[in-house]
């Protein structure tokens, strides 16, 4: 028998030429219902996917809910945005999207003092992957400022739970590359702000500092067809962090341009991100309201 070669295999980090795109729609009043269709990137091993979401938010002069249905891309790695390629057998795998649910409600419950809630409920699936559920919950309370032109500055308290069903955060074949921790417990110290409404130009923006309880379970080797071989349980607790600004500018009554920047400290990974962005209005707008940065609190 010839003898025993190894193989060799440089993992992919980067990937050129992709694209995707989507298209939102969103008609705003008290009662505001809003609609958007995309794909995942093309280009990359696997097909596009399409994802969107369909949701309705009411408000009052106290607060708001929202409820609203929605399929998404994981992002968190190659594996689970686009997918790779496996070097034994050559099969392509990966390209994870999240379908589900969530609701969330805000609320002025006393003079200065708001509460938030949330709650989702996702199933994840990938091509070759091993499917996966997840749950998650926040709760906040924050205290408002007035401060000449801004609409608010809150300091408050925020805790977090999430969990799932598997552990895919692994790159051998079936896993989906993904963090996915048996349960994340997080508590923050969280300040936010809005600038004035109604203007050419908005901006908002948070900063938090918190703690962090992360377990992650132990998982098979090759999830679709467990051979005894496990990678092992993972427990963390850390300091958290994260800044993050957006705004945004009426160029003209029916164009708007807009950007965010985002950097977050985390127990498995750090995060950095940048974009901008353009948006037509069917409707001339002589100014600017927090809803065209994605913000729901009245």
């Known amino acids: 028998a010839p003898p025993a070669t190894k193989y060799s295999y440089t993992p ?8 995707d795109f989507s298209v939102h729609f969103e008609y705003q009043d008290w009662v505001t219902w809003y609609v958007t269709f995309g794909i995942t990137p093309s280009g990359g091993p696997l097909n596009s996917k399409p994802i969107g979401n369909i949701g309705m938010i009411y408000r009052d002069e106290k ?5 609203e249905l ?15 390629t496996d070097p034994y057998s050559g099969e392509d795998w990966g390209g994870v999207t999240e379908s589900g649910g969530r609701i969330s409600f805000f609320r002025s419950i006393a003079p200065k003092w708001t509460i ?3 709650g989702s409920y996702g199933y994840l699936d990938g ?14 309370i924050a205290y408002e400022f007035t401060v000449k032109n801004f609409e608010y500055i809150t300091v408050g308290l925020a805790g977090s739970y ?31 702000y809005l600038t004035e409404e109604g203007k050419r130009w908005i901006s908002a923006g948070t900063l938090g500092l918190g703690v962090q309880s992360n377990t992650q379970a132990a998982s098979p080797y090759f999830p679709l067809d467990p051979d005894g071989r496990n990678f092992e349980s993972e427990d963390s607790s850390t300091v958290i962090g994260l ?3 957006q705004g945004a500018y009426l160029i003209s009554p029916n ?14 990974y750090n995060e950095g991100s940048i974009g901008l962005y353009v948006r037509y209005f069917f409707e001339p707008r002589n100014g600017l309201l927090r809803t065209d940065l994605g913000l729901d609190r009245p």
């Open 12 to 19: 992919t980090t980067s990937l050129n030429n992709l694209w």
């Open 63 to 67: 607060g708001y809910v929202q409820a």
């Open 70 to 84: 929605y399929s998404k891309a994981v992002k968190d790695s190659i594996l689970s945005y686009v997918g790779n």
């Open 116 to 118: 938030f809630l949330n």
């Open 127 to 140: 091509t070759d992957v091993k499917t996966n559920t997840h749950l998650s919950g926040t709760a906040a």
């Open 162 to 192: 999430e969990t799932y069903d598997n552990n895919q955060n692994h790159f051998t074949y079936g896993n989906g590359g993904y963090f996915s921790p048996e349960y994340l417990a997080q508590a923050l110290l969280q300040g936010q």
């Open 243 to 245: 800044i993050a600004a």
């Open 255 to 268: 164009w708007l341009i807009g950007g965010q920047v985002g950097y977050a400290v985390t127990a498995d």
